[in-house]
């Protein structure tokens, strides 16, 4: 007996080693003055923040109604991966999605763009060729997909990697240095 269930959200999938990686569930950032992490609702607000990080660091006030005074929404320890953000990165170009996938070993990340049109681009040469043949595209500036991709914090990752069970990541806008001050 099928069900329709119109409407819902496609259930993710739930096979194991399936797919080619694991991505991001979790947007955080490091307020400047007293180091807690705060979590950032989403990929649009955390890349505007990334964005102007150098230039306009991340403090609680920044989050509606938030001070300092108020714990940490989450902690920096091993109970999920942690990749870190280079600041400034620039937001991504209206249109277009981007993408960080964690390889499956852990190794590194990989960071592609999808056009407005679905098609997946993993260099720049790409983004060039596409922008080239679908002028309507070329008001997003070439410098603005950039593939710097986050690093992967080694004291993060899971014991065995084959046997991660519920898995997170987390991506920071803040400097590594800062990070480890966060730790003693
Ligand atoms: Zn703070």
Same mark, same amino acid.
Request: glycine letters at 4%.
């Given at each position: 007996?099928?069900?329709?269930?119109?409407?819902?959200?496609?259930?993710?999938?739930?096979?194991?080693?399936?797919?080619?990686?694991?991505?991001?569930?979790?947007?955080?950032?490091?307020?400047?003055?007293?180091?807690?992490?705060?979590?950032?609702?989403?990929?649009?607000?955390?890349?505007?923040?990334? %964005? *102007? /990080?150098?230039?306009?660091?991340?403090?609680?006030?920044? #989050?509606?109604?938030? $001070?300092?005074? &108020?714990? @940490?929404?989450?902690?920096?320890?091993?109970?999920?991966?942690w990749v870190i953000d280079?600041?400034?990165?620039?937001?991504?170009?209206?249109?277009?999605?981007?993408?960080?996938?964690?390889?499956?070993?852990? %190794? *590194? /990340?990989?960071?592609?763009?999808?056009?407005?049109?679905? #098609?997946?681009?993993? $260099?720049?040469? &790409?983004? @060039?060729?596409?922008?080239?043949?679908?002028?309507?595209?070329?008001?997003?500036?070439?410098?603005?997909?950039?593939?710097?991709?986050p690093k992967?914090m080694?004291?993060?990752?899971?014991?065995?990697?084959?046997?991660?069970?519920?898995?997170?990541?987390?991506?920071s806008?803040s400097?590594r240095?800062?990070l480890?001050?966060?730790?003693?």
């Amino acid at each position: 007996m099928e069900q329709q269930e119109m409407g819902k959200p496609a259930k993710p999938k739930a096979k194991k080693d399936v797919g080619p990686g694991r991505s991001i569930d979790t947007y955080a950032a490091q307020c400047e003055k007293c180091h807690k992490w705060r979590v950032i609702d989403g990929q649009d607000e955390y890349e505007d923040i990334r %964005s *102007k /990080m150098l230039e306009d660091p991340f403090n609680c006030q920044k #989050k509606q109604g938030l $001070s300092c005074e &108020e714990p @940490a929404d989450i902690d920096y320890d091993s109970s999920r991966t942690w990749v870190i953000d280079k600041p400034g990165v620039p937001k991504t170009p209206k249109g277009f999605k981007r993408s960080l996938v964690l390889r499956k070993d852990y %190794s *590194k /990340m990989d960071t592609y763009y999808i056009t407005p049109t679905g #098609k997946k681009l993993r $260099s720049r040469n &790409e983004i @060039a060729a596409f922008v080239e043949a679908y002028p309507e595209f070329n008001n997003a500036p070439l410098g603005d997909f950039n593939f710097t991709v986050p690093k992967v914090m080694e004291d993060t990752l899971p014991p065995d990697p084959r046997l991660a069970s519920p898995f997170a990541t987390s991506t920071s806008t803040s400097a590594r240095s800062s990070l480890t001050q966060t730790q003693d």
